[in-house]
Antibody
């Protein structure tokens, strides 16, 4: 059974860097084919995916936020860390980590399961 | 602004069937079978209820079904229950650099 849990600050100030950790169990990011993603959801809005990291340390970022995002993994701890620089109040959202599901030609098909999410508020 | 289009709200009485649509383009919904649907109750994480257009994960009620015609996918909830009141999001793979799209969401209200 795969479980995921996000952790990080509840509040960050504008211009600061956000660091979030996803701690997971039930799989290893050393296993070929495995990956993990980050998704955020502003209050009252739809989710959007942010970043993906693969077993071979390949990474993908959503184009609109690419310059502000970084994702890394620590396979010994079963953790993935997302950093987002230059935070702004519009970045206020619940941030989730989730397991992406791919087909044989690496089309991203869906995310499942998801963690419970962590609400991050950007405010001075 | 999402590249997928969903109605903002759909409502129905208990026991009725309702359908939520999700319209995209030939680069996403119309070109692939990678359409999924999520149910989200307030304060909870989205829950996968349909994947690959019309497949239900284990444990999801058979009252939920999916279909697709052209560039429009649909989620049907039959025998509507009070517990079905939630937000529903469609998603799709896309050939654009965005890689993966979420719809704007549809609020389902049980009258």
């Amino acid at each position: 059974q795969i479980t995921l849990k996000e952790s990080g600050p509840a509040v960050v100030k504008p211009t600061q860097t956000l660091t979030l950790t996803c701690t997971f169990s039930g799989f290893s990011l050393n296993t070929p084919g495995m990956s993990l993603g980050w998704i955020r959801q502003p209050p009252g809005e739809a989710p959007e995916w942010l970043a993906l990291i693969f077993w071979d340390d390949d990474k993908r970022y959503t184009p609109s936020l690419k310059t502000r995002l970084s994702v890394t993994k620590d396979t010994s701890k079963n953790q993935v860390v997302l950093t987002m620089t230059n935070m702004d109040p519009v970045d206020t959202a619940t941030y989730y980590c989730a397991v992406p599901r791919w087909n044989d030609v690496y089309d991203l098909m869906w995310f499942d399961p998801w963690g419970q999410g962590v609400l991050v508020t950007v405010s001075s | 602004q999402s590249a997928l289009t969903q109605p903002a709200s759909v409502s129905g009485s208990p026991g009725q069937s309702i359908t939520v649509s999700c319209t995209g383009t030939s680069n996403d919904v119309g070109g692939f079978s990678h359409v999924s649907w999520y149910q989200q109750h307030p304060g909870k994480a989205p829950k996968l209820i349909i994947y690959e257009v019309n497949n239900r994960p284990s444990g999801v009620s058979s009252r939920f079904s999916g279909s697709k015609s052209g560039i429009t996918a649909s989620l049907t909830i039959s025998g509507l229950l009070a517990e079905d009141e939630a937000d529903y999001y469609c998603t799709s793979y896309t050939t654009s650099s965005s890689l993966f799209l979420f719809g704007p969401g549809t609020k389902v209200t049980v009258l």
